[in-house]
């Protein structure tokens, strides 16, 4: 048993073949059946489109026009039989473009507009190197060079008879379409002021038709958003390979009305979205019967040209502002008991004040022959002409203040040499025999017990002695544990990590690195506070072991940090200059040194 046999025997009831003969015959017959163009374009030659193109003659007769029910009807059928004429257009263009797509397949590409394609094949037919005169009053001159081209180099197959028959009516039918279209759109046109007057007002009779047309009605209309307003109507449009700097896309039919195009290109587009959004206005408006004398369209209207009035207007000349006066108010200075006793201590003293006064009409002492003109002022006058002399107070405030440093020097000359062997003053009977009941006779200093207590004092609470250190030179640059590592950051967290540890309180952790210090100044802190555990880099290490700030000879423990990595990866022995400075380290200090060399 073949498959279709199997098939067939899963039905529960089969099928007869006579059945199966029918079903064929009626697909042979639909297939055929789409060759008539009555059946694609229902339209095409129906009582339906010759019975309205009738009615508008006879109405259009009329001289008086009085808009009564029945010639209401036949506008909103007039409008919905415009819709479908489109589209039974389309279904003309698609037919005729899949069959003369055999002889000329690059013209669908051309010429997208269905009616100009069929009009171009029907200029065309099926010689193609025939002079296309006709062709240059339907398309552009650079569309009709493109097309010219392509046909003479084109790969297409010449049609049958039966075939280019086909293409000929459907151009013909197309066409005849398209003229039923035009005559409703200029009939409803003609009636629009009476139909649509508000919106009639705003974009004008001949594009207001267009409009309930392509819409397929005014009550369709009134339900279409503004912003769909804009392309209603719009066509795809071939630019042949040309720039679309100068190209209209996507523009609908409201783009051709007066408004749009009068106004400059600069705010077209604004304008375009102003007029729609009106005409959307006045397009419910209309639907709902509320204005029939277009008073909501002529004030629609007047609003619109004045936001384009508004538009065009140059904008506003910037006044040149002068600069504001210049605020010459007193600067905050600072006050407070620092700044009064800066001020005390570098003011004017009251000697020098009475020195710069004079009285008036009084001649005035000269102090010497040689300077004529020089004199004291009033200095030693009192308040009248005659007088004792009266010298300025002093002022505790304005004396001179001695620094620390000063004082230490003064005490430093009076303890050698500035002072007597003998403080104070003594009574003449004073005198250094002393007389003991054991030895008799004894010289001796009563001011030996004074002297010793004063080398105590002057050694322990002078101003002149520093601090005291504990340890000797020697024991101070003497480091007994030591780390050194690749770089100042990773050396900072091992100090940071050290001082948490329990015996950081009794031993001094220095940083051994040159991020901040200079060598100087890092010997001279060692040589003050000492050293027992330093961390740095091999090159500060290096450079303090040469000037004498730190000594090795007894170290006891050195660890080299040679498993961290810093952020590119890389050990200490991984960078050259550090590498280098390393071995030059281990080489000049630790060869000989007995330690405990620890790699972590």
Not at 157 to 166: A, M, P, R, T, V
Request: charged share 25%; glycine share 6%.
């Amino acid at each position: 048993m073949s498959l279709a046999d199997e098939l067939l025997a899963d039905f529960e009831e089969p099928v007869s073949d006579e059945e199966l003969q029918s079903l064929l015959d009626t697909k042979t017959s639909k297939t055929t059946n789409i060759d008539d163009l009555n059946i694609i374009a229902p339209l095409h030659g129906s009582e339906e489109l010759k019975n309205i193109i009738l009615r508008i003659g006879k109405f259009s007769t009329v001289q008086q026009f009085t808009l009564s029910h029945d010639e209401y009807d036949l506008i909103v059928t007039a409008n919905n039989v415009a819709q479908r004429l489109d589209n039974d257009i389309g279904a003309i263009h698609k037919r005729t473009r899949d069959i003369y797509n055999k002889r000329f397949p690059e013209l669908e590409s051309l010429v997208p507009s269905a009616l100009d394609y069929m009009r171009t094949v029907r200029i065309l037919g099926n010689d193609l190197s025939a002079d296309g005169e006709g062709l240059g009053e339907l398309l552009p001159a650079a569309t009709v060079m493109i097309v010219s081209v392509s046909a003479a180099t084109t790969q297409g197959k010449i049609l049958e008879e039966s075939d280019l028959e086909k293409v000929m009516n459907g151009c013909n039918a197309a066409c005849d379409l398209h003229d039923a279209k035009m005559t409703i759109l200029d009939y409803v046109q003609s009636r629009m002021a009476f139909v649509a007057p508000n919106l009639s007002r705003i974009v004008g009779p001949r594009v207001a038709a267009q409009l309930i047309a392509a819409a397929g009605g005014l009550a369709a209309l009134s339900g279409i958003p503004a912003c769909n307003l804009l392309v209603l109507g719009a066509e795809r449009r071939s630019l042949a390979g040309f720039s679309t700097a100068t190209s209209q896309l996507h523009n609908g039919v409201i783009y051709s009305c007066e408004l749009v195009t009068q106004s400059p290109p600069d705010i077209r587009r604004r304008t375009a979205r102003l007029v729609a959004g009106k005409a959307t206005l006045a397009a419910r408006v209309d639907g709902c019967r509320s204005s029939q004398t277009g008073a909501v369209g002529e004030n629609l209207r007047a609003e619109i040209l004045s936001r384009i009035g508004k538009m065009l207007e140059p904008p506003c000349v910037k006044r040149v502002k002068p600069l504001p006066p210049p605020l010459d108010q007193p600067r905050k200075k600072r006050g407070g008991r620092r700044l009064r006793r800066q001020k005390e201590r570098f003011g004017m003293t009251e000697l020098r004040k009475q020195s710069m006064r004079m009285n008036f009409g009084e001649i005035g002492d000269e102090a010497y022959q040689e300077d004529l003109g020089f004199s004291l002022g009033n200095i030693g006058k009192s308040g009248s002409k005659t007088g004792s002399i009266r010298m300025p107070v002093t002022d505790r405030k304005a004396e001179v203040k001695l620094s620390k440093s000063l004082q230490r020097k003064l005490a430093r000359d009076q303890q050698y040499g500035g002072r007597s062997t003998v403080r104070q003053q003594m009574a003449g009977t004073a005198s250094s025999v002393a007389f003991t009941p054991l030895e008799g006779l004894e010289i001796k200093n009563p001011l030996a017990a004074e002297k010793k207590s004063s080398e105590v004092d002057d050694k322990y609470f002078s101003m002149t002695s520093g601090f005291t250190s504990l340890f000797s030179n020697s024991s101070q640059r003497q480091v007994e544990f030591l780390v050194i590592t690749g770089n100042a950051l990773r050396a900072v967290d091992l100090i940071r990590k050290l001082r948490t540890l329990p015996f950081a309180s009794k031993t001094n952790v220095h940083k051994l690195f040159s991020r901040h210090l200079k060598v100087e100044e890092q010997t001279a802190a060692l040589n003050q506070i000492g050293i027992h555990c330093g961390v740095g880099t091999p090159s500060r290490i290096r450079h303090l072991c040469e000037v004498g700030a730190i000594e090795l000879s007894d170290i006891k423990h050195l660890i080299i940090d040679s498993k961290w990595r810093d952020s590119k990866l890389k050990r200490v022995v991984d960078v050259p200059d550090v590498r280098i400075e390393l071995f030059k380290l281990l080489k000049t200090y630790f060869v000989k040194c007995k330690c405990d060399i620890i790699l972590s």
